[in-house]
């Protein structure tokens, strides 16, 4: 999407992520603002790939401060003063607390574009990149639609579903244009053809379809519903906030149910509905994943150490030896 936008005559980064074997054609995100993002969070001792939603406070801390005056120069040196650009990159769906702020301080008037896919191709996507379980990607998948929702309520914003910008971009576009108020000035047919030649459609690895998701015994109720939520909003523009905010305090209460458990056996949890013992166990199972990888990912970084030490203590022995070998008295 973001890459169809900026063939249409919307500015992109200057310095974009590389491509890489999950994306072949490339992210068109901004590389320096996300190195920005990952380390304010790393900062804040939380992650992009966090299940529990980020706490309020990191959002008024001294950190977001210097954050948001390091975005705002991000932004003037990667846009610099083009009166339309194009801001992607999938943390900002968690991020629009930092964000605010700084749109207001560079009088930027934001339109949130929100693409919205079956969950299951995303998890899929997921595991084939990172390794991850389906449950975990799928739990990932609805926090970061939970706060994309919730905090562009009130901004002009459009939901565009992922199979039909394959299928028929032109259509994505035109109804870009109508919904949010932008005139795509360098749209043309060498223009569109570029476009065709971009969108491949061979090099989606993961399809899957509504009723297979609602089929799934497997998927919590509450991926479900906010996808068939999400889905209606392609359609009609409009969110069943009720809905939306509903699946959201069953996500709170489990994470806050599970954090309750970690401190005490007899914790009495508000679990009086299914929808948040289903919430629950699919936040509990995606904190196990969670915490195997990075149990993996240290496990892989101590061995790497042990090696590299090995191999440094071993060297100086073999200098020694060959030392040796040079005095080494005739017999």
Known sequence: MARVLGLCGATLPRHSMAAHESNALGHWE????????????????????????????????????ACRLRLAALVRDEYGDTPLFVLKDPRTSRLMPLWRPVLETLGALPNAVIMVRNPLEVAGSLNRRDGWSDMRGLTVWLRYMLRAERDTRDLPRCFIDYDQLL?????????????????????DAATDREIDRFIRRDLRHHRRSTKELLRRADVPDCVKQAYLCIRAAVESGGVDYAAMDAIAAA????????????????AECDLDSPAK??????????????????????ERMLR??????SWRLTKPFRAMGRAVGRFRPVS
């Open 30 to 65: 901004p590389q320096r603002i996300v190195d920005a993002h990952d380390m304010f969070l790393a900062d804040a001792g939380t992650a992009w790939d966090e299940a529990r939603d980020y706490p309020d406070a990191i959002f008024t801390s001294a950190a977001a401060a």
């Open 277 to 298: 013992r289903d919430a629950l166990l699919a936040f509990a199972l995606a904190e196990c994943d969670r915490i195997r990888d990075r149990v993996e990912r240290s």
């Open 251 to 266: 996500l709170d209460n489990a994470e806050h149910a599970l954090g309750e458990a970690g401190r005490t056996a007899s």
């Open 304 to 309: 790497d150490v042990r090696a590299s030490w």
């Open 167 to 187: 299928t028929d971009w032109p259509a994505v576009v035109a109804k870009l244009s109508s919904q949010l108020d932008i005139a795509f000035l360098a749209r």
